[in-house]
């Protein structure tokens, strides 16, 4: 198998297992009644032990090796995470898996990838990317559409769903710069890491973080295995294959994700999973948002061009 399509099903990996992991989220804050803090930060803190314990030299290595720009890039690094993903699992408790995923990394991600690189690149937007920025916005009005009030449903989850893209596709584009100049495990484990520190400490500062029980603590044990799994392959994805097609792959997420709940819903009728307010209008949207970024990247960016490693 070339090293394209091998990269490909990797990141088609990735956005399975995010797709999980924002069920599992849904559930723990749900049905476990675990706090969102903890939620947010403890399987990213379990996560980035996991991966820089399996190389512990490079991890070294890494963190020797990255001099005061580098800290100072991974800081903001990690503070762009750590504020997308505390957004992105609050906004999961409020509005459901799928609706989170739909509204985010399904569309809008990519969409404010494009406007940062047009605001700080100096990057022309083509008429294919005015088409599937469009596309984009036209699939998050149908998942916000509530088809039975004819009207736009936008409340507190909603609009976290959306910042929580903007940290987040921020974060995307320094991760790749990143990783053209160290190593994949290392920084992804680091990255997390410091994430969850970040997100955990800011719990105690403001006093929120509530300790579980032996029940709540497996659970969170258990989850951090989807952030240690689930970046490292969309990371590995950057630097292979270039952020703008690992972000096309990872935008089937949304879809995946109402999957992941219909199937949880199959199997336990009761679950509180919290579906789109109408499925067929979420997918439909989510699928219009989807052939947007597919659209958008036609024709990438340059600087984009530069970072795929196709091995034509």
Not at 154 to 166: F, N, P, T, Y
């Amino acid at each position: 198998m070339e090293i394209r399509a091998r990269y490909i099903l990797v990141v088609l990996l990735s956005a399975l297992i995010v797709a999980f992991e924002s069920v599992a989220i849904e559930a723990s804050i749900n049905i476990a009644d675990i706090d969102v803090f903890l939620v947010s930060a403890m399987p990213s803190i379990i996560g980035g032990i996991i991966l820089m314990s399996i190389r512990p030299s490079k991890t070294a290595e890494f963190s020797k090796n990255l001099g005061r720009k580098g800290w100072m890039s991974m800081v903001v690094l990690c503070a762009l995470v750590a504020a997308g993903v505390l957004m992105w699992f609050d906004a999961v408790g409020r509005i459901g898996a799928g609706k989170e995923a739909l509204l985010g990394g399904g569309s809008s991600e990519v969409l404010f990838v494009v406007i940062l690189s047009a605001l700080f690149l100096h990057e022309r937007l083509g008429k294919w990317e005015a088409v599937g920025g469009v596309m984009i916005v036209l699939g998050v009005f149908l998942v916000l559409a509530d088809a039975s009030e004819v009207s736009l449903d936008v409340g507190w989850g909603e609009l976290e769903a959306i910042v929580s893209s903007l940290f987040l596709g921020a974060s995307v584009v320094l991760t790749t710069a990143l990783l053209k100049r160290f190593d994949l495990t290392a920084l992804s484990g680091l990255e997390l890491s410091l994430s969850g520190l970040m997100i955990l400490s800011v719990g105690f500062a403001v006093g929120l973080v509530e300790i579980p029980n032996a029940t709540g603590c497996a659970i969170l044990l258990l989850l951090g295995l989807f952030p240690a799994v689930g970046l490292l392959t969309y990371n590995a994805g950057l630097p292979k294959i270039g952020a703008s097609l690992t972000s096309v792959l990872f935008a089937l997420n949304g879809g995946m994700t109402v999957g992941v709940q219909l199937l949880v819903l199959l199997v336990a009728p009761d679950a509180d999973i919290m579906l789109p307010r109408s499925i067929y209008l979420a997918v439909l949207g989510g699928t219009i948002a989807f052939a947007g970024v597919y659209i958008l990247h036609r024709n990438p960016p340059a600087a984009s061009r530069d970072t795929r490693l196709w091995r034509r």
